[in-house]
């Protein structure tokens, strides 16, 4: 197999699977546990040569899709790639890993029948794992659902997988709150280096915009796999008024960022001038709608806030760029924050509602 910046010279996809299956995929099985981690890697790497393969390939001059024989191959190397990582973990020889089945076998079934054994290992421990992490996280009093997924790179504690957790809240503005309580805990339990990413929920919908993700510190990022959401019984929230606060916002940022560069002036090109133009009306329109929005008790501290945040012109760009470089969280980020989570708890209060 060719790697490394000669890997696409005069070699296709197909050509590297096969000259990898026909040599080093056995002799990888030989040499594990040793050098496990190294032989997991090119296996996993084969895999992804595979998917390639079955797609970039001109099959159509043979018949309208891959052969069976490719999917049977991959089916193969997925278990073999499965069968290091245990031998690997274990610190056993592949023949090792469940002796009772060379006595029980049939001929050409030993990996199948080894690797079914091992999955079942494997599903046993995340399985634990899972019910270790929603145990602890309810013990501290949140509703929480856990799920692991396999992953092929190596990344964390055996068997390498990634982690999802969704805590269910009565409303948002709880949060930020929750996060910090259970973010340390469930790093814990996870293991290092294993990807972890907590989405937040009311009712049976989730929010995915405001999920936390990350390997050894969890930042705020959205989360996108509506499929995996969809496996644990969730749906997204639809969520029109914290996108309107979203776009408020960022117009707003706009116009400081204009006015921190010093552009915009009356000197400068006439582009400049509509953007800016253009963000001012933004901002008007979507302040008129959101006043009408909020609840009374808080629609006078809300508007002031807004309204000051747009006469503070450069500062808040400045302020913002000094965030996200590592300063700590500004007075207007927090008050920003919590506006966005009692929009968001409005948003869901309309979607339960419409149910």
């Not at 421990?125 to 602890?136: G, H, M, P, Q, S």
């Not at 973010?183 to 915009?209: D, H, L, M, Y």
């Amino acid at each position: 197999m060719i790697s490394g910046e000669n890997s696409g010279i005069g070699v296709s996809e197909l050509q590297n699977v096969l000259n990898f299956c026909s040599a080093d995929f056995l002799r990888g099985l030989i040499e594990a546990p040793e050098r496990a981690a190294a032989i997991y890697a090119r296996t996993s790497e084969i895999l992804k040569h595979i998917d390639k393969a079955s797609s970039d390939e001109p099959w159509l001059l043979i018949g309208d899709d891959p052969p069976s024989s490719l999917l049977r191959l991959r089916s193969i190397v997925e278990q073999a790639c499965m069968i290091i990582g245990e031998s690997g973990f274990r610190n056993l020889k592949v023949s090792q890993l469940a002796p009772s089945l060379s006595k029980t076998s049939r001929f050409n079934d030993a990996l199948r029948m080894l690797s079914i054994k091992i999955q079942q290992q494997l599903d046993a421990r995340l399985d634990a794992l899972k019910v270790e992490l929603e145990t602890t996280i309810r013990d501290r009093g949140y509703v929480v659902r856990a799920a692991f997924r396999p992953v092929n790179e190596i990344g964390g504690p055996w068997p390498y997988a990634k982690l999802l957790v969704i805590v269910t809240l009565e409303r948002m503005i709880d949060w930020p709150a929750t996060i910090e309580a259970i973010a340390e805990p469930v790093r814990q339990i996870a293991g290092t280096g294993r990807r972890i990413t907590i989405v937040p929920a009311v009712g049976r919908f989730c929010i995915q915009e405001q999920a936390f993700s990350g390997v050894e510190t969890l930042f705020p990022q959205a989360f996108e796999d509506v499929s995996w959401l969809a496996e644990l019984g969730f749906s997204p929230a639809e969520i029109s008024l914290g996108r309107k606060f979203d776009a408020l916002i960022a117009a707003i940022l706009e116009v400081s960022t204009i006015k921190a560069f010093g552009c915009g002036g009356k000197d400068r090109a006439s582009e400049e001038w509509n953007i800016l133009e253009k963000a001012n009306a933004e901002i008007e329109a979507t302040l008129i709608e959101l006043e009408s929005i909020i609840p009374i008790e808080l629609r006078g501290e809300v508007t002031e806030f807004l309204d000051s945040l747009v006469k503070t012109g450069a500062d808040f760009a400045v302020g913002f760029w000094q965030q996200i470089h590592g300063d700590s969280t500004s007075s207007p980020a927090s008050v920003i924050t919590a506006i966005k989570l009692i929009l968001l708890d409005l948003d869901l209060s309309i979607v339960i509602e419409t149910q």
